[in-house]
């Protein structure tokens, strides 16, 4: 187990500060800058102004009824961060980050992408805001999402392709590290998920709580109560994040994390760290981490390129330990199934990351009372995915 | 605080008037049967300690060259473990400092790492991933050995912070002498010798210059100005196209009168 002596930005045991020491002072920075930022009402206006007119905030919190009666359980909400401008809950911190970024005299961004959704947020944020902006991108991303690269080059940003280890998020995270390293003074990383050393995590959690805050405000206006339930899908956990943290308090609402099982995690190809449950350090943060017995950090397997990360944000892992989330999975073939069934059932097509919330919401549903509420995050739309699962479902509909 | 094998052993070579080398080597590059040769031959050429690299899967801090190292030890299978086990069976004098990243020690377990490391004859280590507010992970484990865990100071370290580590500094305080990652570099920035300067004033351990130093016309410019230089990249890459003279060279050329 770790000890810490004076470690900052720990969610019990987990999270912290493991970078090399050229990193630490913009750390320190960045966290002090964030701090003013979020004291500033000046800052929150103009965050709020730029959500609500360029975004496109409050987005819906939707019944889905056909999906409910289908169920023949509990009530199903949608959060529809799928409407957000750029299609996915990832332009909330991308703006969040950017705004910091200028706020702090920084003109010029660095960030990571794994399917492209944040390279895209990010690309569209420095645009609005007029940042330079560099994208580093897995290879074989690069190889699965193209019209993405497409869309970022378009939007006024450099795309630089990762060809070390498998060519996917770790390795563009490493090499966003590095290029950070060596531009720290005047470039800011927006990372993209609830990972990172600290303040990453705590950032990307206070730009993605406004999904949960906006979630609690809409259900008391339809229903005059709190949901029973709450599902949102894991890779690093950022959508996950902004929904639950406004209810973590409320004792009675019943979280639920959903992480990428692969091919199922008996096989060995998944992306659930939790449910391996082994603890080590990537990228910044101690966090579980999917590695092998020498520490070798592996690579993660999903059908979604979002969340093929092999670990899980540092606060996850603690909400994890004391209980407060119960965290599950769903594999490659379930989401499809969850693609499917909220396409055909309500006409929206979800992103593969968000389906696995679908899907196991789905069942979770049918075991709950048609009295109860379960609310689902739609963290994306789907878009993105039309390639990958009409060839995964061989070209036709099941 | 500078009783530890590692600062005698630099110290040494500064009071004979030399600045003192650290060469850096990717253990198990080239097979694992070949480092304790390449120790013996690093130690003859007159190096006054030995950085050992153990290869990583995502190793941040580095760049190409030791990268690439890495990923061929990591395809002959060399792990922290093997490493260890390796160098208890066969003792050096010289000083051995180990550079490894955070996540092998944790999976090794820290307390029984610190065991293997004294066992082994280790005389530092260095954690690029472990800056000074996390260092009590390991530091614990080290009181009453003979182990020094060599801090990392940077370009962007501020004055405060710059005291504070050198201040607690084992071993030696490693000088980051540019912004960025391992590797070759053309040139460094122009306040890098006042940077420097001010870091030996206010350190109680020697200092020592390394990333991007590569050519003994670096290695001379550095020694003069420091208590000692690390090359990494550029032994490394001798060591993969078997060029010995080129190391020999750069050893020599660390043979530099230090300025006081």
Redesign the interface.
């Given at each position: 187990m770790i000890q810490t002596v004076e470690g900052k930005g720990r969610y019990g045991r987990f999270g912290g500060q493991y970078v090399p020491e050229t990193l630490m002072e913009a750390l320190s920075e960045l966290e002090e800058a964030h701090d003013s930022a979020l004291a500033d009402p000046e800052f929150i206006d103009q965050l709020n102004g730029y959500l609500k007119d360029f975004v496109g905030r409050e987005n819906p919190l939707y019944f889905a009824e056909r999906l409910t009666e289908a169920a023949g359980g509990a009530k199903i909400y949608l959060k529809r961060e799928d409407l957000n401008h750029t299609g996915a809950h990832k332009i909330n911190n991308a703006l969040g980050q950017a705004l910091l970024a200028k706020r702090m005299g920084k003109r010029k961004i660095v960030a990571e992408t794994g399917a492209g959704q944040h390279g895209v947020a990010t690309a569209t944020a420095c645009a609005l805001l007029g940042l330079e902006c560099v994208v580093f991108m897995g290879k074989e991303d690069i190889r699965r999402q193209e019209l993405n690269v497409f869309r970022m080059e378009l939007l006024g940003t450099r795309v630089e392709s990762v060809d070390k280890g498998a060519g996917t998020l770790k390795d563009a995270v490493n090499e966003a590290l590095r290029y950070w390293v060596a531009h720290v003074e005047d470039t800011h990383y927006i990372l993209g998920s609830a990972l990172g050393p600290n303040p990453f995590p705590k950032i990307v959690r206070d730009f993605q709580q406004v999904i949960g805050q906006e979630t609690k405000r809409q259900i008391v206006e339809k229903e005059g109560r709190l949901p029973d339930a709450v599902v949102a899908c894991i890779g690093g956990g950022s959508n996950a994040i902004g929904m639950f943290h406004p209810f973590v308090e409320d004792e009675n609402v019943a979280l639920y994390g959903v992480e990428a099982a692969g091919g199922g995690i008996s096989t060995g190809k998944h992306a659930a760290a939790i449910a391996e449950a082994k603890e080590g350090v990537l990228h910044g943060a101690y966090m579980y981490v999917l590695q092998d017995e020498d520490g070798f950090i592996q690579e993660a397997h999903s059908i979604s390129a979002g969340l093929d990360y092999p670990a899980v944000g540092p606060e996850h892992c603690h909400l994890h330990d004391i209980g407060r989330v119960h965290y599950t999975s769903a594999t490659d073939a379930d989401a499809l199934e969850g693609v499917q069934l909220l396409a055909q059932k309500e006409g929206i097509i979800p992103a593969l990351e968000s389906a696995h919330a679908i899907h196991f919401a789905f069942d979770l549903a049918q075991e709950m009372q048609p009295d109860e509420i379960l609310v689902v995050c739609l963290s994306g739309r789907g878009d993105k995915d039309m390639q990958t699962v009409r060839d995964a479902l061989g070209g036709g509909v099941q | 605080m500078s009783n530890f094998s590692l600062t005698a052993s630099i110290l040494k070579r500064n009071e004979e008037g030399q600045s003192a080398f650290i060469p850096y080597m990717m253990a198990g590059d080239g097979g694992l049967d070949v480092l304790h040769e390449r120790i013996s031959f690093l130690e003859e050429a007159g190096a006054d300690a030995i950085e050992i690299g153990i290869p990583?899967?995502?190793?941040?801090?580095d760049?190409e060259v030791i990268?690439e190292a890495g990923s061929r030890a990591?395809k002959r299978g060399v792990?922290?473990?093997k490493v260890m086990s390796e160098l208890q069976a066969q003792l050096h004098s010289i000083p051995l400092v180990v550079m490894t990243y955070?996540?092998?020690?944790?999976?090794?377990g820290v307390l029984e790492f610190v065991e293997d490391c004294d066992l082994a004859g280790v005389k530092g280590l260095i954690i690029?991933?472990?800056?000074?507010?996390?260092?009590?992970?390991l530091s614990?484990a080290l009181i009453g050995k003979d182990i020094a865990l060599v801090?990392?100071?940077?370009?962007?370290?501020?004055p405060e912070?710059i005291e504070k580590?050198a201040r607690n500094a084992e071993g030696f305080v490693y000088a980051?002498t540019?912004?960025?990652?391992t590797g070759v570099r053309s040139s460094f920035r122009s306040d890098l010798m006042d940077h420097l300067s001010d870091l030996r004033s206010v350190s109680n351990v020697p200092v020592l210059a390394g990333f991007g130093i590569s050519t003994s016309k670096q290695v001379r410019h550095f020694s003069a100005i420091t208590d000692g230089v690390i090359v990494g990249s550029a032994i490394v890459t001798a060591f993969h196209e078997e060029n010995l003279e080129k190391i020999q060279t750069l050893i020599k050329a660390g043979r530099t009168a230090v300025s006081q």
């Open positions: - | 990583f899967s995502d190793p941040v801090a760049g990268q990591i792990t922290l473990r955070l996540n092998p020690v944790l999976a090794y690029p991933d472990l800056p000074h507010e996390e260092r009590g992970l614990n801090p990392l100071i940077s370009l962007t370290s501020s912070r580590i980051v540019v912004n960025g990652i």
